[in-house]
Protein backbone atom coordinates (compact mmCIF):
# COMPACT_ATOMS: atom_id res chain seq x y z
CA UNK A 1 0.00 0.00 0.00
CA UNK A 2 1.57 3.38 -0.87
CA UNK A 3 1.35 5.52 1.39
CA UNK A 4 0.60 9.89 0.89
CA UNK A 5 2.47 12.18 2.67
CA UNK A 6 -0.55 13.40 4.15
CA UNK A 7 -1.47 9.94 5.59
CA UNK A 8 2.59 9.93 7.35
CA UNK A 9 1.55 13.61 8.60
CA UNK A 10 -1.37 12.30 10.06
CA UNK A 11 0.33 9.13 11.49
CA UNK A 12 3.47 11.39 13.28
CA UNK A 13 1.12 13.63 14.50
CA UNK A 14 -0.76 10.88 16.56
CA UNK A 15 2.03 9.35 18.10
CA UNK A 16 3.41 12.27 19.14
CA UNK A 17 0.53 13.92 19.82
CA UNK A 18 1.55 14.68 23.59
CA UNK A 19 4.26 16.75 22.47
CA UNK A 20 2.51 18.39 19.65
CA UNK A 21 -0.77 19.71 22.01
CA UNK A 22 2.34 20.54 24.67
CA UNK A 23 3.90 22.97 22.43
CA UNK A 24 0.65 24.64 21.42
CA UNK A 25 -1.30 24.75 25.03
CA UNK A 26 1.85 26.14 26.08
CA UNK A 27 3.91 28.45 23.76
CA UNK A 28 5.92 29.81 26.19
CA UNK A 29 8.00 26.33 26.87
CA UNK A 30 11.01 27.31 24.65
CA UNK A 31 12.24 24.71 21.85
CA UNK A 32 15.75 24.79 20.47
CA UNK A 33 14.94 25.65 16.68
CA UNK A 34 16.07 29.54 17.57
CA UNK A 35 19.10 28.69 18.97
CA UNK A 36 19.81 26.09 15.86
CA UNK A 37 19.06 29.19 13.84
CA UNK A 38 21.21 31.75 15.27
CA UNK A 39 24.08 28.45 15.21
CA UNK A 40 23.56 27.67 11.91
CA UNK A 41 25.14 30.94 10.68
CA UNK A 42 28.49 30.57 12.33
CA UNK A 43 28.52 26.70 11.44
CA UNK A 44 28.39 27.34 7.81
CA UNK A 45 31.16 30.13 8.38
CA UNK A 46 33.29 27.44 9.55
CA UNK A 47 32.73 24.71 7.37
CA UNK A 48 33.23 26.82 4.50
CA UNK A 49 36.33 28.29 5.41
CA UNK A 50 37.40 25.11 7.17
CA UNK A 51 38.10 26.76 10.52
CA UNK A 52 38.85 30.00 12.23
CA UNK A 53 42.61 30.75 12.13
CA UNK A 54 44.51 32.45 14.50
CA UNK A 55 41.60 32.55 17.34
CA UNK A 56 41.48 36.24 16.70
CA UNK A 57 39.71 35.54 13.70
CA UNK A 58 37.32 33.64 15.33
CA UNK A 59 36.95 36.63 18.28
CA UNK A 60 36.19 39.44 15.36
CA UNK A 61 33.80 37.12 13.17
CA UNK A 62 31.52 36.92 16.49
CA UNK A 63 31.93 40.58 17.35
CA UNK A 64 30.83 41.51 13.94
CA UNK A 65 28.11 39.12 13.49
CA UNK A 66 27.08 40.01 16.86
Do not use: T, W
Not at 4 to 18: E, P, T, W, Y
Not at 59 to 66: F, K, L, V
Amino acid sequence: MVKSDARDLCGRLKQHQIAVLIGAEYPHIPSNNRAERELRVNEVKQEVSGCFQPCEYAQAYCRISS
